[in-house]
């Protein structure tokens, strides 16, 4: 016989400090809701068999997660009709699942207009570039990042802007290739590479 409890599995990176941050935010909705008996798991093989069996198990009232990387965890997820939270993701994840699930997407768009925004009003800088991603999985995400960090400084900084990235892009060129303390700035220049053709 089942408490009146309400178990709740969640199921969240702590490595990154973005995922210790959401955490802390469920906690502390978790602590408004003292039917909740809240299990927190890590994204890993443990954490993953443990939700799966209370899913297979009915043991748990709900599952909230920032991770679907894993296929076999979110093809069950996608299965159950266990109430789900998916923080985080693409908004079209987990097709087949029609009812109880609830995606809470982040704007890309808006987060690199925003890092613009924080950079313009300190009123420190003259010259600006955006690093982002080039793994295949976050290339995407990242390429909406730098659209608004690009339109954020156009807007407030038409004219500069483009001289601005050139700079980058040349002067990237100009480092040795084989030196691996220049790797991450000709990544930049890359980036900023895919910024002027993105302007055109």
């Not at 798991?41 to 799966?52: D, I």
């Not at 296929?71 to 985080?88: C, H, K, M, N, Y």
């Not at 010259?127 to 982002?132: D, M």
Request: hydrophobic residues 40%; proline residues 3%.
């Amino acid at each position: 016989m089942r408490n009146n409890h309400k178990d709740i599995c969640i199921v969240i990176s702590q490595a990154r400090s973005s995922g210790r941050g959401l955490l802390q935010g469920v906690l502390r909705f978790a602590e408004s809701r003292p039917d909740w008996k809240v299990h927190i798991y890590e994204p890993n093989a443990y954490g993953f068999s443990e939700t799966v069996r209370a899913l297979r198990e009915k043991t748990t009232d709900g599952v909230l997660t920032a991770e679907l990387e894993n296929q076999d965890f979110a093809r069950q997820l996608e299965r159950s009709t266990v109430p789900l939270v998916v923080i985080g993701t693409r908004r079209q994840c987990l097709p087949a699942r029609t009812t109880n699930l609830t995606v809470i997407s982040f704007d890309e768009k808006k987060i690199g207009s925003y890092a613009a925004q924080q950079a313009l009003d300190l009123g420190l800088f003259k010259s600006f570039g955006f690093v982002g991603s080039t793994d295949a999985k976050h290339i995407a995400l990242s390429e909406l990042r730098a659209a608004g960090f690009r339109d954020e400084l156009r807007n407030r900084q038409p004219l500069d802007f483009r001289r601005q990235l050139e700079h980058l892009v040349r002067i990237a060129a100009l480092a040795p290739k084989r030196d691996e303390h220049v790797f991450t700035f000709k990544r930049a220049g890359k980036n900023a590479e895919r910024c002027l053709l993105l302007l055109h």
